[in-house]
């Protein structure tokens, strides 16, 4: 079994900045992909950034040059650092990792919030 453990969201202002958290731990064999998604009210989940096994990294379009997504594949954890949030960020941040066999796990989820 594997668990997904999210942590780093929260309240912050406009222009601020918070650090996303999601450790894998449990049967996990070997991790490819690691993925961030958000999911704002009414709207529908959306990829945020992604990052390979090799540490190739892409990014939404919304988001680019402002969040930053790494792994530490000691710890089998993937981070996503946002800065200059914006109130459009104002999500449910969910973590979700593929592995080699195809295997895919997602994270319980994390509330941003962004004041304006």
């Known amino acids: 079994q594997v668990q997904l453990v999210e942590s780093g969201g929260g309240l912050a202002q406009a222009g601020g900045s918070l650090r996303l958290s999601c450790a894998a731990s449990g049967s996990i064999f070997s991790i490819n992909a690691m993925e961030w998604y958000r999911q704002a009210l009414g709207k529908q989940r959306e990829l945020v950034a992604q990052?390979?096994?090799?540490?190739?990294?892409a990014y939404v379009d919304a988001v680019k040059g402002r969040f930053t997504i790494s792994r530490d594949n000691a710890k089998n954890t993937v981070y996503l650092q946002m800065n200059s949030l914006k109130p459009e960020d104002t999500a449910v941040y969910y973590c979700?990792?593929?592995?080699?066999?195809?295997?895919?796990?997602w994270g319980q989820g994390t509330q941003v919030t962004v004041s304006s």
């Open positions: 990052i390979s096994s090799g540490g190739s990294t």
């Open positions: 979700k990792v593929v592995g080699r066999i195809g295997d895919v796990y």
